[in-house]
Structures are given as C-alpha cells and as structure tokens.
C-alpha cells in the first residue's frame, strides 16, 4: 500500500465512500488500438488516495487505463456527491464549485493567449464539450469575439453558463448528436482522461468541428507525471479511467482524422494540442510499441506493483 500522509488517508477515510463496492466492469479491450488479453499489463494496484484501483497497460500502444472501471452510472453518482470531497481531502484544502472557478479562469486566459495568435480567422462559434459552469467558454468567447455553447451533462452547473448568456446543451459527448451543426473552435479541456470512450468523443468531436475550425484537446501527461510524482500509483486516481501521454494522444488524434497544429504544456502537466480537421492517418504503431516496452520496464515502477497477471 502506498504511503499516504497519515492526516490525507484518515480525512480520506472519514469520507466512507466504499471504492470497492461500486458496481464496475472490466474494460478489457484497449480503446486506441484494440488489443486485448495477453497483450495488457497490470502496473499497479493501488490508486493515489489508498483504493483498489488496478492501471493497466497495454503493451502494443502504451495507453493506460483503470481494469475494471465504474459503470457510467457509478461514475455519475461518484462526481454528484464523491468527487469534490475526495480531492479536498487528498489535498487537505477545501475545492468546490467556487474555487474551481476561479482556477478556470486562469486556465481559459492562459489558454486565450495560446489560441489567439494560431488562429488566422478568429472562430464565430465556441463549442466546450464538459464545459461545466462556462467559464472556460466565457472568457474564450469574450477574448475571441464568438459565440460560446456549452456541452455538459451536469444541469446545476449548465444553469450558471446559461444564466452568463450562452446557449446550453445537457448531454454527453458520446451521445449528443448534433446533426449537420459544426462549431469554429471545439474544446475539451482537462475532460479526457475522465471519459470513458476516448476513441467515440473523439470521433464525435471532429464531426462537430467545421471544415476550416479547429479543436482544442488537453492530457495530464501520465509520463511527466510518472517522474515527478516518482512512481505509477501516485498518479494514478479513480476519477481518471484513461492515461494518456504525447504518443497516445497523437495516436488518437490520427485515428479521429485531426492534424496537429500546435502544441503547449502548462505547469501542471496538462499537455494541449491545437488540432485541424485532416485526413485519418494510421499512427506509428511500431513507434508506439517500442515506448510501450520502456514504460513496463520494472524499473519504471516502484518495487512490486509490475505485476504480469
Ligand atoms: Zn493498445
């Protein structure tokens, strides 16, 4: 078991939510190149707040992912009333709808300042899928003279984006269809690693991005935070079912038929891509492979969580 800070673990505790009575299924099936069985390999077993969460690896491409993972609608009870507490107990310092506010703010003006010299023509429409309360939409809006519209599945938080004037949408990307509608500039920020289909929000946000737009993707980059945080299981979390890095997401993106623009990565790990619509593209498998076997080297975890099971 990971040595938490005795304070974080027993506020942890206090919470009493039950990781290992939630309903889960095994995602067994990697979600970039569809490898399965012999070919995933566990990597740890305990997540950063002491749970039983088992990452995965898989060996052909090097995604990360949680095996098995909550069912949608745990994770839908998990982010209504777990989530917050849960980050404010691992951090000892409150987090809530407020403060995570506040932190958007200076996420989305950084974010304005990366975006508005890339772009030629300044977007007319802003699509944020998981855009939450709108914030990051507002001031991207405001910044860049467009229209925002906010995608989320959560209606507390939507009535905060509506009430600030822009157009809201309850849904999630997976499932939403917008028809024959594209937007200029579509986001996903700091929401992919939460999803469950990475491959099916992916497809369905390049659908909704118009011939001519771009798209807007972040990652917390699983191998920046692998050496800061000097091991797997401290970067591994509940709330996250996927981990990505450059090479995956690259990956992804070729498959989702999107080009690489630009890229930046801000100072908490979270690396960004500017995306193009462009032609599908077969990504460098053997590439991906051959980083694949650096990362399950077993000196790449602490001792004892390689596990080939
Ligand atoms: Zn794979």
Redesign the pocket.
């Known amino acids: 078991m990971p040595v938490l800070g005795s304070t974080a673990a027993e506020r942890i505790a206090a919470l009493g939510y039950d990781y290992s009575a939630q309903p889960k299924l095994r995602a067994g099936e990697?979600n970039?190149?569809?490898?399965r069985g012999e070919?995933v390999i566990t990597v740890a077993r305990r997540d950063r707040y002491g749970f039983a969460a088992r990452l995965v690896v898989?060996g052909?491409?090097?995604?990360g992912w949680l095996s098995p993972r909550m069912t949608a609608a745990a994770y839908t009870a998990f982010y209504a009333s777990v989530y917050r507490p849960l980050v404010s107990a691992f951090h000892g310092r409150r987090i809530d709808a407020a403060t995570v506010q506040a932190q958007q703010h200076d996420y989305a003006t950084e974010l304005a300042d990366f975006l508005a010299p890339l772009l030629a023509r300044a977007p007319r429409t802003i699509l944020d899928v998981g855009g939450s309360t709108g914030v990051v939409a507002g001031v991207l809006a405001a910044g860049l003279g467009a229209r925002a519209t906010v995608l989320d599945p959560a209606c507390d938080e939507l009535a905060v984006a509506r009430a600030a004037g822009m157009e809201t949408i309850a849904g999630l990307a997976e499932q939403f269809d917008a028809g024959e509608r594209t937007w200029d500039l579509v986001l996903l920020c700091q929401t992919i690693d939460h999803l469950l289909d990475v491959r099916g929000t992916l497809a369905a946000l390049r659908r909704m991005t118009a011939s001519g737009g771009h798209a807007f993707v972040d990652i917390l980059d699983v191998d920046l935070m692998s050496q800061r945080a000097d091991g797997i299981e401290r970067v591994v979390k509940i709330d996250h079912p996927y981990y990505l890095a450059g090479p995956t997401a690259a990956a992804f993106f070729a498959l989702a038929s999107y080009t690489i623009v630009a890229e930046r990565l801000s100072g908490d790990g979270h690396r960004g891509f500017l995306l193009a619509p462009g032609p599908r593209s077969e990504p460098d498998w053997p590439a991906l492979q051959q980083r694949a076997g650096a990362l399950l080297q077993p000196r790449n975890h602490s001792p004892g969580s390689l596990d080939q099971r």
């Open positions: 990697c970039l190149c569809g490898a070919r898989c052909r491409c090097g995604l």
